[in-house]
């Protein structure tokens, strides 16, 4: 490809096999979950397989765009796509766990105190639940799942809270050593970011540990478990991946793919990063602190 | 496949690629869009059969095809099928074939993507098929009895035919959400220099605020499910009030989704039809702007309308007024587009060959679909109507002409440019007629039906109903078999042969814009180079 074109031309891949793998390992891993959880012991298996073809699918297609990258096929243009590509997806992130702070928000305020006998309809509550009276946390009028310990913010919460923020700042001064092309400033910063974030992971497994023998906090305790674990859940498993992200990145970085002006892979896992620490300060304090 | 820059050349210089891998690889925008849209029609004709049997039992009170469990299941099938097999995929498809024409660009600005985001689909209709079968073979559980709404507490009880649905749903999701992200970054990166925002055509507007619709809600029905499926299986009580949870929040995760949706399912129709009545009146567009602006306003507020489903479950009276004034405001907007249709042929000259013909009869039919809908918005009155057949006329009315026929339009208007040969206008003509008579004897009589008090999703009735159903469920058979002489007439167009005409570049006389001007078949590869847009 001459240099000319490559300025002017639209960078459009050749046939890729990626997609339709792409297709059978979700379709396998969703099929065999579905027979799993419904006590199908072949389910498991057929997860395992989806899960493997579709970490080879990641890695093959990363591959290749990597190495298109690498050759230089693409322009301004097509750099761009990618920005906006990853800033929508993140935008559809952002109104996933809207959909459970909203819940959050909407058992607290009007789903539970309405069991009270809170409003007009409020009568239903003496014929339902006459001895429920509203709190928070709770387990429901059925106390489902027993007395337990709700989980406070000044523990471990808190020195997660900063674990995030500190990674943070410390993948900010990747890029700054980045864009000032300082190798190993960037390098530095990525382990430390990756540290951070995989100490923040233990910390929340210790943390589950924790409330599960001692507090009694399960995820079959009531409305209070089960918004509390499915917050921090999701959360701690999209860590999980911007950890795996990460990696990647730092694999690359060793291996000096990234310019001054070219490392979109790099800006887009650290958007990321800051949209997964962003989502923690809204949990520490929605549903740990108040 | 290793991929050497030789081929890679070679792929972009000499056309389309042979085979199989043609269509399981593809980066190329015309062959997604046609992938999408036979897939589209493919899940039309199963959607279609499942209504026909629904028809078919209701021809009489009493019960005498099916059980009422499997009656439940095919309504919940069949409103799965069209809204998320066959509606949304053909407008995708349309997207996909028209955008990058229409805006001067070479294909989507990510072909990988897309080309993942039409093959989720049939992995989605793999499950979505499975949790209907699934419960015929032994130790399958229960159908699912819910309609596609799968409310809780119901939804946790059916058997594992739902957790197949809830993976559907994912996967649905997934494929409109890279999609839709797809879309907005090619509108938003890829036009051509010169055209600015507001002169891109009609249709890439529509689907610029349906994809970002559906970035918005889509993930909150995701969420939703997922709290269903956790419900179901590992001991949460979101939706049980025993722990202190409510299903009505499943109601409003639900419609928050479902909401939007019904615009997600309408706006790209509303596209086609601003490129269809310029073309065939004759005449620019009226009030481009204020189209715009309309469908912005029909966006955002149709965002926080979604209780106006929920008028039911005992909302307080702030909420249920708040929810009332909101959905009818929305027909400010939405009459605002009607009027600019009108106004389009306001003294045009007009002929009315089949695509005109659809976009005539969306105006009326739709129209009047909106006027029962703000019937249901009234509060006092939807405690009435709410979950009879008069729901069910009302939604169709606006679905049917709203979303399927603005597609029928797209087809017909856009075929010629896809095949290079223009399908015969006779049969295209036929094809209307008894569509939209079909159309109407079905879902006419079902608002007195509703009126009276017919339940919806409910295998048995009075026999006081009889007669409008009998004559609905007739309508329904010439309406569900005219779809066979669509299917001739597209597989006769894509053939071609000497009975018909070869279509020029500019299909139609009065047609305006980039897609008219390259070749009729387009070549593999188009704008390769940008034009320039003064
Ligand atoms: C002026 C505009 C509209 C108003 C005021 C309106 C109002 C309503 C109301 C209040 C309901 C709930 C009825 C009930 O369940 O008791 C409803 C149901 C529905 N509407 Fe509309 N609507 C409008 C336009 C549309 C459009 C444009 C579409 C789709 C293209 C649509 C599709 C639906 C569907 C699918 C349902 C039923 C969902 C279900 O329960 O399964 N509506 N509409
Ligand atoms: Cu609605």
Redesign the pocket.
Known sequence: MSAKEHSSHYFIPDPSPWPVIGMISLLSTLFGAALAMNGVSLGKFIVIAGLLLFAYLLFGWFRDVIAENLSDRYNKQVDRSFRMGMMWFIASEVFFFGAFFGSLYYIRNIALPWLGGEGYLGVTQEILYSQFQMAWPSAGPGELGGAFTPMGPWGIPALNTFLLLSSGATITWAHWGLKAENNQQLVRGLIATIALGLLFVVMQAYEYGHAYSELNLTLGSGVYGSTFYMLTGFHGFHVTMGAIMLIAILGRSMKKHFTAHNHFAFEAVAWYWHFVDVVWLGLFIFVYWL | MTTTTMSHDEAHHHGAPTGWRRWLYSTNHKDIGTLYLLFALTMLFLGGASAMLIRAELFQPGIQLIDPDLYNNLVTNH?LLMIFGAVMPAAAGLANWMIPLMIGAPDMALPRMNNLSFWILPAAATMLILSFVVPFFPGGGTQINT???IYPPLSVQVGMSMDFLIFAIHLLGISSILASINIIVTLLNMRAPGMTLMKMPMFCWTWLVTAFLLILVVPVLAGGVTMLLFDRHFGTSFFDAAGGGDPVLFQHLFWFF?HPE??I??LPSIGVLSHVIPTFARKPLFGYRSMVGAMLAVATIGMVVWA??Q?TIGMSLGAVTYFMVG??L??IP?GLMVFNFIATMWRGAMTFETPMLFAIGIILMFTF??LS??M??VVPA?MQ???SMF?VA??HY??MP??VFGLFAGVFYWLPKWTGNMYNERLGKIFFWINVIGFNITFFPQHFLGLAGMPRRIIDYNVMFTEFNVMSSIGAMIFGLSHLLFLYIVIQTIRGGRSLKKSENKSWEGAKGLEWEVGSPPAFHTWETAPQIK
């Open positions: 409103a309609g596609w709404t479902g019904v615009y399912l309408l106006h489903h008028y959905t009818i929305i027909s939405v679909g909106g809908g703000v249901l918005a939807d109507y709410h979950d729901v009302h939604f606006v679905l709203g979303a």
